[in-house]
């Protein structure tokens, strides 16, 4: 007769294979519809480059990998930094660094009012918030060019007002892209903020006033370590969508001021090169891969510090 230790191993075990049963569906949804393509595109970045714009099954080659960061001079066949691709690296870095600042400069006191209404009034401030979100992305990016384009709203006031006389070309540049990812993310930055702040016990900030702290030292030494957290996690969901973002820079950029996304379809359409197109979007996918660790690594030091 078992005893009954073995009787609850047993009935683990058995527990154990029904989970894996039961969650069998999703994980297989899962590698077909996620990491299955992924390492499609691997197996195409390290291909040789095809024809018409396929590649050559079975055929081993790195000019994908090489193509990202150097380029072969078509005289005497020498490799030289890959000029291009490095600016739109850089572009795309860049601009989702500056996205990201100021999605937080302006999300921060947003999260902080809304925080600080009365519970009856908090979720209607919410509501507005994510009431962007209700309209396609396209939609959103094509009424920001309505209002920095030449005749747009923002040129007309300044005319309007006499600041200017002649309107200031924003449409085609990185202005107009930067604006664009501020306007589209920044629900994305303040949700999180005010998920932290709505947690925040205020008597803190209370006590801080009556020990002579001015509203600096407030929000440096109180407010902002406790919704460190909140920040960490909003900058991760601007920073990552802004580093691939396509259609903002598309249609904001007026395809002269590319950026990764755009890059990546560039060699999968007109370009012709699914190795290159592959390997720039592994290189994406691991920059975002960056980011995520930062993103973990500083959450588990906050963790553990108020823990």
Do not use: C
Request: no cysteine; net charge positive; charged share 15%.
């Amino acid at each position: 007769m078992a005893s009954a230790e073995e009787t609850a191993r047993a009935a683990d075990r058995k527990d154990i294979r029904e989970r894996w049963l039961l969650s069998a569906p999703a994980l297989a949804i899962i590698f077909v519809a996620a990491i299955g393509p992924l390492f499609v595109m691997l197996a195409y970045s390290f291909m040789m480059k095809g024809d018409y714009g396929d590649v050559k099954p079975w055929t081993f080659s790195l000019d994908g990998w090489t193509s990202v960061l150097f380029q072969r001079d078509i005289f005497d066949d020498t490799l030289g930094l890959a000029d291009a691709h490095l600016t739109i690296l850089w572009r795309s870095i860049r601009l989702s660094f500056y996205t990201t600042l100021l999605t937080l400069i302006f999300g921060f006191p947003t999260a902080y009012f809304i925080s600080t209404r009365a519970p009856t009034t908090r979720e209607i401030w919410v509501f507005l918030v994510t009431i962007p979100f209700w309209t396609n992305l396209l939609i959103r990016t094509f009424a920001m060019q309505q209002v920095i384009r030449n005749e747009g709203l923002v040129n007309t006031a300044l005319i309007w007002l006499g600041v200017i006389e002649r309107p200031l070309q924003i449409m085609n540049t990185d202005v107009a892209i930067l604006l664009g990812m501020v306007y589209v993310y920044l629900p994305l930055m303040v949700l999180p903020l005010y998920a932290s702040m709505e947690k925040l016990d205020f008597r803190l900030v209370e006590a801080g006033y009556d020990l002579y702290a001015s509203r600096w030292q407030v929000l440096r030494r109180i407010i902002f370590p406790l919704v460190k957290p909140g920040v960490i996690a909003g900058s991760i969901l601007v920073f990552i969508p802004s580093l691939g973002a396509y259609v903002i820079p598309r249609v904001l950029g007026g395809g002269k001021n590319m950026m990764l996304g755009n890059l990546i379809e560039l060699q999968f359409g007109s370009g012709r090169n699914w190795p290159l197109g592959a390997a720039i979007s592994i290189t994406l996918m691991v920059l975002v891969m960056i980011a995520l660790l930062f993103y973990v690594r500083n959450v588990s030091k906050s963790e553990t510090g108020h823990g």
